[in-house]
T-cell receptor, first 114, second 115 residues
Framework: AQKITQTQPGMFVQEKEAVTLDCTYD???????LFWYKQPSSGEMIFLIY??????QNATEGRYSLNFQKARKSANLVISASQLGDSAMYFC???????????FGGGTRLMVKP | DTGVSQDPRHKITKRGQNVTFRCDPI?????LYWYRQTLGQGPEFLTY????????KSRLLSDRFSAERPKGSFSTLEIQRTEQGDSAMYLC?????????????FGPGTRLTVT
């Protein structure tokens, strides 16, 4: 069974500063993918970034980067230069190679202060 | 290229009534997923289709729930004899039929309130 843990229910960050959202996972599979989604108040889940378990380099997408530490089973999301529009719920999720469903964590609510 | 669409966006129903939701995936995506998200929680997997075949169902999908994808395009999720515990956001997602691990693209969801 897979499990995702997000230990920060809510976080504040000052506009233009960087913030790290924590995610730890548990799986017995060797091949899997880790995903981060953003969910604004409108409800839609927006894909942000993906990291494969065999990728040697940390994934980056614009202001988003993923700090992947495989031995520690962590996949933290780093948002650089926070903007007011980054205020939302953020979910970490994983899927193994053979499976089809995403397993989500409980989410972190990020609030960006002006 | 339009994204995943869901209809209706909101549904209020009385306990015991039946409801049906529709999902239209991205046109070239063969895989379609349904998730349920209750307030303050992450989405939970309900079921998965590859083309018209329903290949996986969660134990969360009780016998009051049924999902179809008759022509491998749009999908419907029906809940019979709704209960207050069914109140949630129902999310649909799609992804292409490719090898490897690809992200799932989500629709805006249908928020169900059972009174």
């Amino acid at each position: 069974a897979q499990k995702i843990t997000q230990t920060q229910p809510g976080m504040f960050v000052q506009e233009k500063e960087a913030v790290t959202l924590d995610c730890t996972y548990d799986t017995s599979d060797q091949s899997y993918g880790l995903f981060w989604y953003k969910q604004p108040s409108s409800g839609e889940m927006i894909f942000l970034i993906y990291q494969g378990s065999y990728d040697e380099q940390n994934a980056t997408e614009g202001r988003y980067s993923l700090n992947f530490q495989k031995a520690r089973k962590s996949a933290n999301l780093v948002i650089s230069a926070s903007q007011l529009g980054d205020s939302a719920m953020y979910f970490c999720a994983m899927r193994n190679y053979a499976g089809n469903m995403l397993t989500f964590g409980g989410g972190t609510r990020l609030m960006v202060k002006p | 290229d339009t994204g995943v669409s869901q209809d209706p966006r909101h549904k209020i129903t009385k306990r015991g009534q039946n409801v049906t939701f529709r999902c239209d995936p991205i046109s070239e995506h063969n895989r379609l997923y349904w998730y349920r998200q209750t307030l303050g929680q992450g989405p939970e997997f309900l079921t998965y289709f590859q083309n018209e075949a329903q290949l996986e169902k969660s134990r969360l999908l009780s016998d009051r729930f049924s999902a179809e994808r008759p022509k491998g395009s749009f999908s419907t999720l029906e809940i019979q004899r709704t209960e207050q515990g069914d109140s949630a956001m129902y999310l649909c997602a799609s992804s292409p039929l490719l090898q490897g691990l690809y992200e799932q693209y989500f629709g805006p969801g249908t928020r169900l309130t059972v009174t």
